[in-house]
Protein backbone atom coordinates (compact mmCIF):
# COMPACT_ATOMS: atom_id res chain seq x y z
CA UNK A 1 0.00 0.00 0.00
CA UNK A 2 1.32 3.12 -1.12
CA UNK A 3 0.45 6.28 1.41
CA UNK A 4 1.52 9.63 0.05
CA UNK A 5 0.58 13.30 1.90
CA UNK A 6 -0.69 16.27 0.30
CA UNK A 7 -1.02 19.80 1.92
CA UNK A 8 -3.32 21.99 0.59
CA UNK A 9 -2.12 25.50 0.45
CA UNK A 10 -3.67 28.71 -1.29
CA UNK A 11 -2.19 32.34 -0.35
CA UNK A 12 -5.18 33.95 -0.44
CA UNK A 13 -6.85 32.44 2.74
CA UNK A 14 -10.35 34.93 3.66
CA UNK A 15 -9.79 35.45 7.48
CA UNK A 16 -6.51 35.71 7.27
CA UNK A 17 -4.64 36.64 4.00
CA UNK A 18 -0.44 35.19 3.64
CA UNK A 19 -1.16 33.13 7.27
CA UNK A 20 1.10 30.15 5.47
CA UNK A 21 3.93 32.79 4.56
CA UNK A 22 4.10 34.36 8.14
CA UNK A 23 7.04 33.55 9.64
CA UNK A 24 6.78 31.04 13.22
CA UNK A 25 9.79 30.71 14.78
CA UNK A 26 12.56 30.92 11.94
CA UNK A 27 10.61 29.36 9.00
CA UNK A 28 6.75 30.27 7.27
CA UNK A 29 3.99 28.41 9.02
CA UNK A 30 4.06 26.05 5.80
CA UNK A 31 7.76 25.82 5.73
CA UNK A 32 7.02 24.08 9.42
CA UNK A 33 4.37 21.99 8.56
CA UNK A 34 5.80 20.96 5.26
CA UNK A 35 8.79 19.40 7.19
CA UNK A 36 7.21 18.27 10.52
CA UNK A 37 5.33 15.82 8.18
CA UNK A 38 8.21 14.55 5.96
CA UNK A 39 10.01 13.97 9.20
CA UNK A 40 7.11 11.54 10.81
CA UNK A 41 8.90 9.17 7.76
CA UNK A 42 5.83 7.58 7.90
CA UNK A 43 4.79 8.47 4.14
CA UNK A 44 6.42 7.39 0.43
CA UNK A 45 5.92 10.94 -0.72
CA UNK A 46 5.06 14.02 0.75
CA UNK A 47 3.80 17.35 -1.76
CA UNK A 48 2.60 20.59 -1.34
CA UNK A 49 -0.71 21.51 -3.56
CA UNK A 50 -0.97 25.23 -4.42
CA UNK A 51 -2.14 28.00 -6.63
CA UNK A 52 0.15 30.17 -5.48
CA UNK A 53 3.83 30.90 -7.19
CA UNK A 54 4.89 32.34 -3.84
CA UNK A 55 3.92 29.09 -2.00
CA UNK A 56 5.07 26.84 -4.82
CA UNK A 57 8.69 28.81 -4.77
CA UNK A 58 9.08 29.06 -0.63
CA UNK A 59 8.88 25.05 -0.85
CA UNK A 60 11.12 24.02 -3.74
CA UNK A 61 14.06 26.32 -2.26
CA UNK A 62 13.52 24.88 0.74
CA UNK A 63 14.22 21.36 -1.06
CA UNK A 64 10.76 20.37 -0.93
CA UNK A 65 7.65 19.12 -3.53
CA UNK A 66 5.44 21.21 -4.71
CA UNK A 67 2.61 20.84 -7.35
CA UNK A 68 0.86 23.67 -8.84
CA UNK A 69 -2.74 23.41 -9.70
CA UNK A 70 -5.61 25.70 -10.25
CA UNK A 71 -7.98 27.63 -8.42
CA UNK A 72 -10.37 25.27 -6.14
CA UNK A 73 -13.23 26.05 -3.28
CA UNK A 74 -12.06 23.46 -1.10
CA UNK A 75 -8.87 21.60 -0.10
CA UNK A 76 -10.05 18.62 -1.40
CA UNK A 77 -10.76 19.09 -4.83
CA UNK A 78 -6.92 20.76 -5.40
CA UNK A 79 -5.42 17.56 -3.73
CA UNK A 80 -7.28 15.34 -6.31
CA UNK A 81 -6.25 16.93 -9.27
CA UNK A 82 -2.55 17.18 -7.75
CA UNK A 83 -2.93 13.47 -7.34
CA UNK A 84 -4.50 12.36 -10.43
CA UNK A 85 -1.00 11.58 -11.88
CA UNK A 86 0.26 10.29 -9.15
CA UNK A 87 0.41 6.43 -8.25
CA UNK A 88 -1.21 6.28 -4.75
CA UNK A 89 -3.72 3.70 -2.81
CA UNK A 90 -3.67 6.13 0.27
CA UNK A 91 -3.78 10.45 0.16
CA UNK A 92 -3.28 11.81 3.36
CA UNK A 93 -4.53 15.33 3.57
CA UNK A 94 -2.76 17.70 6.26
CA UNK A 95 -3.58 21.46 6.58
CA UNK A 96 -1.13 23.74 5.87
CA UNK A 97 -2.31 25.92 9.19
CA UNK A 98 -1.81 23.06 11.66
CA UNK A 99 2.01 22.73 11.82
CA UNK A 100 2.15 21.36 15.12
CA UNK A 101 0.45 18.07 14.03
CA UNK A 102 1.88 14.98 15.99
CA UNK A 103 2.87 11.38 14.04
CA UNK A 104 0.90 9.41 16.53
CA UNK A 105 -2.55 10.48 14.96
CA UNK A 106 -1.51 10.04 11.30
CA UNK A 107 -0.39 6.34 12.35
CA UNK A 108 -3.99 6.13 13.43
CA UNK A 109 -5.34 7.20 10.26
CA UNK A 110 -3.24 4.81 8.52
CA UNK A 111 -4.47 2.28 10.27
CA UNK A 112 -7.90 2.77 9.11
CA UNK A 113 -7.27 1.70 5.80
CA UNK A 114 -5.07 -1.32 6.52
CA UNK A 115 -7.33 -2.76 8.71
CA UNK A 116 -10.17 -2.40 5.77
CA UNK A 117 -10.37 -5.28 4.08
CA UNK A 118 -13.52 -4.70 2.43
CA UNK A 119 -12.43 -1.36 1.23
CA UNK A 120 -15.97 0.22 3.13
CA UNK A 121 -14.57 2.99 4.34
CA UNK A 122 -14.23 6.47 1.73
CA UNK A 123 -12.18 8.60 4.09
CA UNK A 124 -10.79 8.96 7.60
CA UNK A 125 -10.31 11.90 9.88
CA UNK A 126 -9.39 13.20 13.48
CA UNK A 127 -11.68 14.51 16.16
CA UNK A 128 -10.84 15.95 19.34
CA UNK A 129 -13.11 16.43 22.59
CA UNK A 130 -14.37 20.41 23.42
CA UNK A 131 -14.40 20.87 27.05
CA UNK A 132 -14.82 24.53 27.74
CA UNK A 133 -17.67 26.28 26.46
CA UNK A 134 -16.04 29.07 24.38
CA UNK A 135 -14.53 26.80 22.39
CA UNK A 136 -17.69 24.97 21.83
CA UNK A 137 -19.38 27.78 20.90
CA UNK A 138 -16.28 29.14 18.41
CA UNK A 139 -18.20 28.96 15.14
CA UNK A 140 -14.06 28.49 13.78
CA UNK A 141 -14.03 25.13 15.70
CA UNK A 142 -15.73 22.89 13.14
CA UNK A 143 -18.04 20.23 15.53
CA UNK A 144 -18.49 16.82 14.04
CA UNK A 145 -21.12 14.11 15.79
CA UNK A 146 -20.55 10.53 15.27
CA UNK A 147 -22.88 7.38 15.37
CA UNK A 148 -21.78 4.43 17.68
CA UNK A 149 -19.02 2.60 15.45
CA UNK A 150 -17.39 5.97 14.63
CA UNK A 151 -18.69 7.22 11.54
CA UNK A 152 -19.62 10.89 11.21
CA UNK A 153 -23.75 11.55 11.06
CA UNK A 154 -22.92 15.63 10.63
CA UNK A 155 -20.26 18.28 10.49
CA UNK A 156 -21.96 22.33 11.68
CA UNK A 157 -20.25 25.36 13.08
CA UNK A 158 -23.17 25.33 15.05
CA UNK A 159 -23.17 23.59 18.65
CA UNK A 160 -23.90 20.01 17.75
CA UNK A 161 -25.32 18.08 19.88
CA UNK A 162 -28.28 21.02 21.08
CA UNK A 163 -28.34 20.30 24.63
CA UNK A 164 -32.10 20.59 25.40
CA UNK A 165 -31.97 17.42 28.17
CA UNK A 166 -29.88 18.84 30.81
CA UNK A 167 -30.00 15.52 32.83
CA UNK A 168 -27.85 13.82 30.54
CA UNK A 169 -23.91 14.85 30.26
CA UNK A 170 -23.49 16.01 26.83
CA UNK A 171 -20.19 15.52 24.62
CA UNK A 172 -18.36 17.94 21.95
CA UNK A 173 -16.25 16.93 19.52
CA UNK A 174 -14.23 19.25 17.17
CA UNK A 175 -13.22 18.14 13.69
CA UNK A 176 -9.60 18.27 12.96
CA UNK A 177 -9.36 19.08 9.52
CA UNK A 178 -6.64 16.09 8.57
CA UNK A 179 -8.06 13.44 6.11
CA UNK A 180 -7.14 10.40 5.01
CA UNK A 181 -8.91 9.19 1.34
CA UNK A 182 -8.31 6.15 -0.81
CA UNK A 183 -7.47 7.76 -4.04
CA UNK A 184 -10.56 6.60 -6.12
CA UNK A 185 -12.81 8.20 -3.37
CA UNK A 186 -10.59 11.51 -3.60
CA UNK A 187 -11.02 11.25 -6.83
CA UNK A 188 -15.09 10.87 -6.79
CA UNK A 189 -15.13 13.75 -4.32
CA UNK A 190 -13.53 16.16 -7.58
CA UNK A 191 -16.87 15.25 -9.68
CA UNK A 192 -19.53 15.75 -7.03
CA UNK A 193 -21.46 18.50 -7.00
CA UNK A 194 -21.25 21.15 -4.02
CA UNK A 195 -24.17 20.31 -2.19
CA UNK A 196 -26.83 23.20 -0.37
CA UNK A 197 -25.77 22.39 3.36
CA UNK A 198 -21.66 21.87 2.53
CA UNK A 199 -22.22 26.11 0.70
CA UNK A 200 -24.29 27.16 3.99
CA UNK A 201 -21.92 25.21 6.47
CA UNK A 202 -18.25 25.96 4.59
CA UNK A 203 -17.53 22.48 5.62
CA UNK A 204 -16.01 20.42 2.64
CA UNK A 205 -16.61 16.95 4.17
CA UNK A 206 -20.61 17.17 4.77
CA UNK A 207 -20.39 16.97 0.53
CA UNK A 208 -19.20 13.06 1.13
CA UNK A 209 -21.99 12.61 3.70
CA UNK A 210 -24.96 14.46 1.48
CA UNK A 211 -23.21 11.91 -1.40
CA UNK A 212 -23.50 8.80 1.12
CA UNK A 213 -19.91 7.92 1.56
CA UNK A 214 -18.88 7.08 4.93
CA UNK A 215 -16.05 8.93 6.92
CA UNK A 216 -14.46 6.87 10.23
CA UNK A 217 -13.39 9.51 12.45
CA UNK A 218 -10.68 8.88 15.39
CA UNK A 219 -10.56 10.39 18.29
CA UNK A 220 -7.11 11.95 19.43
CA UNK A 221 -6.07 13.67 22.78
CA UNK A 222 -3.63 15.96 20.68
CA UNK A 223 -3.85 19.67 21.41
CA UNK A 224 -2.26 21.98 17.99
CA UNK A 225 -2.92 25.04 16.86
CA UNK A 226 -4.96 25.48 13.53
CA UNK A 227 -3.93 29.09 12.27
CA UNK A 228 -7.24 30.47 11.08
CA UNK A 229 -6.39 33.98 12.74
CA UNK A 230 -3.69 36.14 13.54
CA UNK A 231 -4.16 35.56 17.15
CA UNK A 232 -4.12 32.33 16.06
CA UNK A 233 -0.55 32.82 14.82
CA UNK A 234 0.68 34.49 18.50
CA UNK A 235 -0.70 31.10 20.38
CA UNK A 236 1.28 28.91 17.47
CA UNK A 237 4.73 31.26 18.89
CA UNK A 238 4.17 30.52 22.40
CA UNK A 239 4.24 27.20 21.48
CA UNK A 240 7.34 26.70 19.73
CA UNK A 241 8.81 29.20 22.36
CA UNK A 242 7.57 26.33 24.89
CA UNK A 243 5.87 28.75 26.96
CA UNK A 244 2.51 27.20 26.69
CA UNK A 245 1.75 23.50 26.50
CA UNK A 246 3.90 20.76 24.60
CA UNK A 247 4.59 20.09 21.10
Known amino acids: MKIIA ?3 ARYAASRF ?3 LMQILGDKTVITTTYQNVVETKLFDEVFIA ?3 EIIFDEITKNGGKAVMTGQHETGSDRIAEAVQGIDCDVVINVQGDEPFLKTEPLKQLIEVFKND ?3 EISLASL ?3 LKNQEEVENPNNVKVITDLQNF ?3 FSRSIIPFPRETSVEHFYYKHIGVYAFRKEALLKFANL ?3 PLEISEKIEAIRYLEHG ?6 ETDFIGVGIDVPEDLEKAREILNGRVGEL
Open 152 to 154: AMY
Open 117 to 119: LNK
Open 6 to 8: VIP
Open 213 to 218: MKIKMI
Open 193 to 195: EMT
Open 17 to 19: PGK
Open 50 to 52: TDS
Open 127 to 129: KIR
